[in-house]
């Protein structure tokens, strides 16, 4: 056994496609995700264009039939919650960051790592392969709500729910394998001299998802046992003729299902974190508050579930109980928001591309909490349920979530993954032709909800008491934002890969960042550090008066 | 098997707890979150339907309580399979290793005598809700069982040569855990009439 540490350079197929290295799996991660990312937009563009123009050609799929509508927006939900948000912020972000920025030189354990990857990658072809079985994929909604998705005369694509149930179950032990190394690691794997509190808000809140999605998945994983077992071995788990009830799984689910928002949430408020300091040149206002209110936010995301149930056949009782908390729970999110501004406040703000993101998340995820609001209280629920102002709603938290804040990591990491500089006039081309658009696509949906829009209806002409026409052309606009918005994405698509060869050169530190991932190379080398680093002070020591430098790097004796 | 180069990231303790006994312990909680909900679960169904007692009755408490023996004692060796490699006796820890997995050959044995008698009565998973969390759980446990089987006979190998002896120690608490899971499952679905 050699005890003496190697770092060569592996060979291409096992430096790619077989590396333990957390660098190679969080790219492998992190363009897993954007290509599942352009599958669920190619989906949500297809339903719009339906939703926005009935019954036509939609150019480049063709008719949306009734079924193909059903399985277009399940998919869509699927794939943009399990295989982006999850991938993209958690594993992508966690991997490549974790390791730098507490100064060590891989995961702890970095097979078991590559082998979280290898069953995400195994998940996702299972979910794609349900496109070519008999039936299409799974049509029974993201929330697979028993008995739609148990029975497969009512769902219409049995084999499809089958495979969506192992796709999920396959996806959640990767982020458990997964989210148990990235908790190890940054518990036992720091730098001397790198307290608790020393640590970078983004780790502290990937980890802290990850421990809020296993404490909260595993009831899911059970009950995705007893859906399988009803799917397809004729057990009545949730069958209430048989003893079972259709409300254990929603339960299960929700139970799971809000704590999953705080799983993906907390990434990007790390993000978004160190964007902000790092360009307002401002240590964090309150940084040991900031992680008091994540504690509660994680706390109280485990006493909330059952306000997706309102409508359900709950006991008001209960609802009014799960109204409170779900009240309460705006508390310390509104104060880390608070503290956020506090940050800006006093700054000396750059607004480079990664800063316009991060503020435009501020901005966006607060249309989305406050509009949490209405719906967290059941007697207003109970009007809204199941209509497009939730569709606005959650979108106004995910799309900030999955797509502004990601947005906001990769424009302002880039560098450091790729050693070179993306072009700031396309990032900020591109950083309006998302947001404006984004806008536009979800405020005439608050409006056409409130009205009493249906989700889940492919086809309001069809429905007499559905159909509204004066709505129309607010699902008309809706879809040709969404147009504008995707179009813009190439700007994205093309930046990123026309700087990884032709950006300027980046430089080890070209934010002049505080944190350990900038001491090092960009792209750093295999093994990250020439020599293990030791901390000295916290994470944010920025705008220091009467130095050269107006930060301190946490690794820098005094 | 050579082992591969260890990176500094698996050998720090900032903490001060060892890398492989902390990761055991998450991997653990995470088991007892998926168990409990299974078993929450069935204990919210089995009090709103008392008529289960009936189907609970056809249960084998003998042979339920002779595998729970059986689980104990192997338990027992587990522990002294530690002890063996905190005094660094690799073979010793092995040996005692592989008897801890002898104790789950057997307990996986009874429990197929077990389910071949209920299923030749008529009684498979589909045959009503209790039944079907009968099997699922125990299912469950079972394959948890044979799991901790196998990295227990892979990490014997190892100890016999004096390696990696720290996992000793980390198959042993996971074993203990697949233990307690039987404790629970044990009173639930054979006493509880």
């Known amino acids: 056994m050699s005890t003496q540490v190697v770092h060569a350079e592996p060979g291409i197929l096992k430096k790619y496609f077989f590396s333990t290295d957390h660098k190679i799996i969080a790219m492998q991660y992190l363009f897993t995700g954007m290509a599942m990312a352009l599958i669920g937009g190619f989906f949500a563009y297809v339903f719009r264009m339906q ?87 799974f049509g029974g909604a993201w929330t697979a709500y028993p008995p739609l998705s148990a029975v497969g005369a009512y769902n219409l694509t049995p084999i499809g729910a089958t495979l969506w149930l192992i796709a999920v179950a396959l996806e959640f032990v990767a982020f458990l394998l997964g989210g148990i190394n990235f908790t190890v690691t940054t518990m036992n794997s720091r730098a001397p001299g790198m307290k608790m509190y020393d640590i970078p808000l983004v780790v502290w809140m990937i980890v802290l998802a990850s421990v809020i999605f296993m404490a909260s998945v595993g009831p899911l994983v059970a009950g995705a046992i007893m859906l399988l077992f009803d799917q397809t071995m004729s057990t009545g788990f949730f069958d209430p003729t048989r003893g079972g009830d259709p409300l254990l799984w929603q339960h299960l689910f929700w139970f799971f299902g809000h704590p999953e928002v705080y799983v993906v949430l907390l990434p990007a408020l790390g993000i978004v974190a160190e964007v902000v300091a790092v360009f307002a040149r401002k240590k964090i206002f309150g940084y040991k508050t900031v992680l008091y209110t994540t504690w509660a936010v994680g706390f109280l995301s485990f006493v909330v579930w059952a306000h997706h149930q309102f409508v359900a056949g709950i006991d008001p009782r209960m609802a009014n109980i799960f109204s409170v908390t779900t009240l309460l729970i705006s508390v310390p999110i509104t104060e880390m928001v608070f503290l956020y501004i506090a940050t800006l406040y006093g700054g000396s703000i750059h607004l480079d591309t990664p800063m316009l993101w991060a503020l435009a998340f501020i901005g ?54 790729f050693g070179r500089m993306l072009n700031e006039t396309l990032g900020k081309i591109h950083f309006w032709g998302t947001v404006i658009p984004f806008n536009v696509i979800f405020i005439p949906l608050f409006i056409t909800g409130t009205a009493g829009d249906q989700r889940r209806v492919y086809s309001y002409a069809q429905f007499a008491e559905q159909s509204r026409p004066a709505l129309q052309h607010l699902r008309t606009t809706s879809t040709i934002a969404l147009l504008v918005m995707l179009s813009f994405q190439l700007v994205f698509l093309f930046n990123f890969f026309w700087s990884l060869r032709n950006g300027k050169s980046a430089g080890a530190n070209p934010w002049r960042s505080a944190t350990l991932e900038w001491t090092v190379p960009s792209p750093p080398p295999h093994g990250n550090f020439a020599e293990l680093p030791t901390v000295y002070r916290g994470p944010y020591e920025y705008g220091l008066p009467g130095r050269a430098d107006d930060f301190l790097p946490q690794n820098v004796p005094e | ?53 009936d189907a609970a009755s056809h249960t084998n408490t003998w042979a339920g309580a002779f595998n729970t023996f059986v689980l104990l004692t192997s338990s027992l060796c587990a522990v002294l399979a530690h002890k063996a490699a905190d005094g660094h006796d690799g073979p010793k820890a092995a040996k005692l290793l592989r008897l801890t997995s002898l104790g789950g050959l057997i307990f996986l044995t009874v429990k197929g005598f077990e389910w071949t008698k209920d299923i030749h009565e008529g009684f498979v998973l589909s045959s009503g809700g209790f039944w079907s969390f009968y099997y699922t759980l125990a299912g469950l446990h079972g394959l948890h069982v044979l799991a901790g089987m196998i990295i227990m006979l892979i990490v014997a190998a190892d100890a016999a040569k004096n390696q990696e002896l720290q996992r000793v120690e980390c198959i042993g608490l996971y074993w203990h855990f697949v233990d307690i899971v039987w404790i629970f499952l044990f009173p639930l679905l054979y006493i509880a009439r």
């Not at chain 1, 949490?372 to 959650?394: K, N």
């Not at chain 2, 991997?27 to 919210?44: D, K, T």
């Open chain 1, 51 to 137: 939703l926005g123009f009935p019954n036509q050609h939609v150019p480049g799929y063709g008719i949306v039939t009734p079924g193909k509508y059903n399985a277009l927006v399940t998919m869509h939900g699927s794939i943009m919650i399990f295989w982006v948000a999850m991938p993209v912020l958690i594993a992508a972000f966690g991997n490549f960051l974790i390791p730098l920025m507490i100064g060590c030189d891989d995961m702890a354990f970095p097979r078991i790592n590559r082998l979280s990857y290898q069953i995400f990658l195994l998940s996702a072809l299972v979910l794609l392969s349900s496109f070519l079985v008999k039936g299409g994929p």
């Open chain 1, 364 to 417: 966006e995820f607060m249309i989305g909490g406050v509009t949490g609001i209405f719906l967290g209280s059941s007697g207003t629920d109970i009007y809204l349920h199941d209509t497009y102002f939730i569709i606005a709603h959650f979108h106004y938290t995910f799309v900030p979530i999955a797509i502004i804040a990601v947005y906001a990591g990769l424009t302002f990491w880039y560098p450091k993954m």
């Open chain 2, 1 to 53: 098997m050579s082992a591969s180069a260890k990176p500094i990231a698996n050998t720090r303790s900032a903490t001060g707890i060892p890398t492989a006994r902390l990761i055991t312990w998450w991997v653990i909680a995470s088991e007892i979150v998926i168990f409990g909900g299974l078993l929450a679960s069935y204990i919210m169904h089995r009090v709103g339907h008392p008529e289960w007692a």
